[in-house]
């Protein structure tokens, strides 16, 4: 069983910034990359950024420059640092993981989301 807890959202100004965290927990053995997805209102869910286990980014288009994504290994907590902000940023904001669990049953791999995030860019 493994959690997803995002945290960090909240209303933001043009411009600026804010840091979305995202925070695993669970019987995690490995994790294989973690994800920042979007949804915006009538829009579908988009890949912002990720981060693999050897620490490879991705980041799309529409995001490269401003935001970064970062983890913290011993912590198993992966962050978000969102800068220069725009009104179509405004999404919920989810955290997606590629994990293998293992205890005594064994091991497994599945695919994992938090509950969200809401990120509001207005002024």
């Known amino acids: 069983q493994v959690q997803l807890v995002e945290s960090g959202g909240g209303l933001v100004q043009p411009g600026g910034s804010v840091r979305l965290s995202c925070a695993a927990s669970g019987n995690i053995f490995s994790i294989h990359v973690i994800g920042w997805y979007r949804q915006a209102p009538g829009k579908e869910r988009e890949l912002v950024a990720s981060?693999?286990?050897?620490?490879?980014?991705h980041y799309a288009d529409s995001v490269k420059g401003r935001l970064t994504i970062s983890r913290d290994t011993a912590k198993n907590t992966v962050y978000l640092q969102m800068n220069n902000l725009k009104p179509d940023d405004t999404a919920v904001y989810y955290c997606?993981?590629?994990?293998?669990?293992?205890?005594?049953?064994?091991?497994?791999?599945?695919?994992?989301w938090g509950q969200g995030t809401q990120v509001t860019v207005s002024s």
């Open positions: 997606n993981a590629d994990i293998t669990t293992s205890d005594y049953t064994g091991s497994s791999r599945h695919d994992y």
């Open positions: 981060i693999t286990g050897g620490g490879y980014t």
